[in-house]
């Protein structure tokens, strides 16, 4: 598959001890995507131009509108647009009745259908801290568009050796766990033994869709809301938050630290997560 751009140097002005100097700057690229499903437009989102069609294919499970690959009958990628058909020819998605719409914590509208209804997480994944602070270390490691930009988020999908099954960067954090969702559905990938680690905050609609994906544990370098809590406690998902390791840097009051050891909060789950 060819390299795709994900990033443009752009001319600007730096100013530093009262005095200016021109630089060039890596920025990450922002493109609009839109995904048609049976003929009629359903949403516009603003990705980074990459895994075009594991985006279209998680956005569409993450909000309930399929909930198999089975359901898709073809997904195809013309002129940066995604034209989605569907078994179902007769599901057009205008039902409001039937649709409910909500503005999430990311700003964007999101969608969410009656089929997209929860259930508890069946897995027997237990995993150790040191893992999950590996795998924390080995997405920054490969998140080679945040080096370059440090515009955008980051989410990795690993295994029990910490090794990486995909890693995904996008100016949303929202975009990095579909365009993940939809790489497992795209390639029949079983969840239930492996993990999460992202670099977003965990609110409910981040927590819903990576329950409906049925992974069993997410760890993060920032927080939880009360919503993703509740939901993550409801269906048996595991969180930690403010994952950070030794030497990493972290933003705390507009200043910069380094962690002089490593620390995690677990919210919900620990008894999936060991100690040693």
Not at 71 to 93: M, P, Q, Y
Not at 125 to 145: D, E, G, H, P
Not at 148 to 160: I, Q, S, Y
């Amino acid at each position: 598959m060819a390299s795709v751009k994900s990033s443009r140097k752009l001319s600007g002005w730096q100013y530093s001890a009262g005095r200016a100097a021109p630089f060039k700057a890596d920025v990450a690229i922002e493109q609009e995507f839109p995904i048609f499903v049976n003929g009629k437009q359903l949403v516009i989102p603003s990705i980074t131009p990459n895994l075009l069609k594991e985006f279209a294919m998680g956005y569409l499970f993450g909000q309930g509108i399929i909930n198999s690959l089975e359901e898709v009958a073809s997904l195809e990628i013309l002129n940066n647009t995604a034209h989605v058909t569907l078994k179902d020819r007769r599901k057009t998605l205008t039902d409001a009745a039937k649709t409910n719409y909500r503005i999430v914590s990311g700003g964007g509208k999101s969608i969410y259908f009656p089929e997209a209804d929860l259930s508890e997480i069946k897995s027997d994944l237990v995993i150790s801290k040191r893992t999950l602070f590996s795998a924390m270390n080995q997405l920054f490691k490969n998140a080679l568009l945040y080096s370059e930009t440090e515009g955008v988020h980051a989410t990795g999908l690993f295994n029990t050796r910490a090794s990486p099954v995909c890693i995904v960067e996008d100016i949303g954090r929202h975009n990095t766990l579909d365009k993940i969702i939809g790489y497992t559905l795209l390639h029949k990938i079983d969840c239930s033994r492996l993990f999460l680690v992202s670099t977003g905050r965990m609110a409910s609609e981040m927590v819903t869709k990576i329950c409906r994906s049925g992974i069993p544990v997410v760890a993060t370098r920032t927080a939880v809301t009360n919503k993703g809590l509740e939901t993550a406690k409801k269906c048996g998902l595991t969180i930690a938050g403010f994952v950070r390791t030794i030497g990493s840097k972290a933003i705390t009051d507009a200043s910069a630290r380094t962690p002089k050891k490593n620390s995690m909060k677990i919210y919900c789950g620990a008894e999936r997560v060991r100690s040693a």
